[in-house]
């Protein structure tokens, strides 16, 4: 087996990452791969700063975007921390080596009237119950996708309107749910005894009774959202940013919206202020007699 692929197993069994995510490390580290063969680098130890450095450029001039060239830096400093802690290497060539810097991209929400529109759904089937229960959970919770698919049963409570999830990393974290939230759970959890098949533990089941996919999630999100004529573009992960977003307006409790989301860093959390402050600057233009334009 190459070291790659005892990356790729150490990434799911020992650090327990999604598959998704170490899907994406294999994608960025199978491009590393490909270059080093073009470069006729058959060996990770003679791979030295300059190599990676080379690399990144390499890609950024490709087209590939600052965020990307980011991403793939990070794989390949992640790999060869790996290399290093198994032995393979003495050193990791890719520490200290910077992407081209990206301009801070603020993520899209929809407003709350645009989200009342979206949970405004009026169940007629059970399949509907579940729509409404996942959307409304998504945006009470600020649920990350797979959060919401790998939600388990016993991890819901309804008594004390909580949902215990596993994040990021494997770190657990308890989120409240809100009252509209749990009105429809409970409607879809009374609907979903006669669709799940025997033995089946996900609170969410597709038509078959099994769990539902994250793919399939975000179809149904962007087909209710186009049946309540939003914007092009809604997501399942749009559900989070708002939360964050309105949370925000609401409190001014930095730290709190990072502890709910279950970030790392309280960084990765600030990226709120821009949108909150622009929701401010809003405000203040519509509303300061020295900043409302004369008619």
Same mark, same amino acid.
């Given at each position: 087996?190459?070291?790659?692929?005892?990356?790729?197993?150490?990434?799911?069994?020992?650090?327990?990452?999604?598959?998704?995510?170490?899907?994406?490390?294999?994608?960025?580290?199978?491009?590393?791969?490909?270059?080093?063969?073009?470069?006729?680098?058959?060996?990770?130890?003679?791979?030295?700063?300059?190599?990676?450095?080379?690399?990144?450029?390499?890609?950024?001039?490709?087209?590939?975007?600052?965020?990307?060239?980011?991403?793939?830096?990070?794989?390949?400093?992640?790999?060869?921390?790996?290399?290093?802690?198994?032995?393979?290497?003495?050193?990791?060539?890719?520490?200290?080596?910077?992407?081209?810097k990206a301009g801070k991209r603020l993520p899209h929400t929809l407003d709350v009237d645009?989200?009342? !529109?979206?949970?405004?759904? %009026?169940?007629?089937?059970?399949?509907?119950?579940?729509?409404? #229960?996942?959307? /409304? &959970? $998504?945006?009470?919770s600020g649920l990350r996708l797979a959060e919401l698919t790998g939600l388990e049963l016993?991890?819901?409570?309804?008594?004390?309107?909580?949902?215990r999830v596993l994040g990021k990393g494997r770190k657990e974290r308890v989120m409240p749910?809100?009252?509209?939230?749990?009105?429809?759970?409970?409607?879809?959890?009374?609907?979903?005894?006669?669709?799940?098949?025997?033995?089946?533990?996900?609170?969410?089941?597709?038509?078959?009774?099994?769990?539902?996919?994250?793919?399939?999630?975000?179809?149904?999100?962007?087909?209710?959202?186009?049946?309540?004529?939003?914007?092009?573009?809604?997501?399942?992960?749009?559900? !989070?940013?708002?939360?964050? %977003?309105?949370?925000?307006?609401?409190?001014?409790?930095?730290? #709190?919206?990072? /502890? &709910? $989301?279950?970030?790392?860093?309280?960084?990765?959390?600030?990226?709120?202020?821009?949108?909150?402050?622009?929701?401010?600057?809003?405000?203040?233009?519509?509303?300061?007699?020295?900043?409302?334009?004369?008619?």
């Open positions: 087996m190459n070291w790659i692929e005892r990356f790729h197993q150490h990434l799911a069994a020992e650090r327990r990452l999604s598959p998704l995510t170490v899907s994406a490390y294999r994608r960025e580290l199978d491009a590393f791969a490909q270059w080093c063969a073009q470069q006729q680098l058959d060996d990770w130890a003679r791979i030295d700063a300059q190599h990676v450095r080379s690399f990144a450029a390499r890609s950024h001039a490709g087209g590939l975007q600052a965020r990307s060239v980011q991403r793939r830096l990070s794989a390949v400093r992640t790999f060869f921390g790996f290399l290093m802690r198994e032995g393979a290497v003495t050193h990791n060539p890719a520490v200290g080596i910077s992407a081209p645009q989200m009342g !529109r979206l949970l405004s759904l %009026t169940p007629r089937n059970a399949l509907e119950w579940r729509d409404l #229960a996942m959307m /409304e &959970l $998504l945006y009470s016993e991890n819901l409570s309804l008594a004390d309107r909580t949902v749910v809100g009252k509209q939230a749990v009105a429809a759970l409970r409607g879809w959890l009374r609907e979903r005894a006669a669709l799940a098949a025997p033995g089946e533990t996900a609170v969410f089941i597709n038509h078959r009774g099994r769990r539902i996919g994250a793919r399939a999630v975000q179809l149904l999100v962007a087909r209710h959202a186009r049946a309540q004529g939003l914007p092009q573009g809604v997501h399942p992960h749009l559900f !989070r940013h708002s939360f964050a %977003t309105h949370l925000l307006e609401s409190s001014r409790d930095l730290r #709190a919206v990072q /502890e &709910l $989301l279950g970030h790392a860093s309280i960084s990765t959390t600030q990226v709120y202020t821009h949108l909150d402050f622009q929701h401010l600057a809003r405000i203040y233009e519509s509303s300061h007699p020295r900043a409302r334009r004369r008619g």
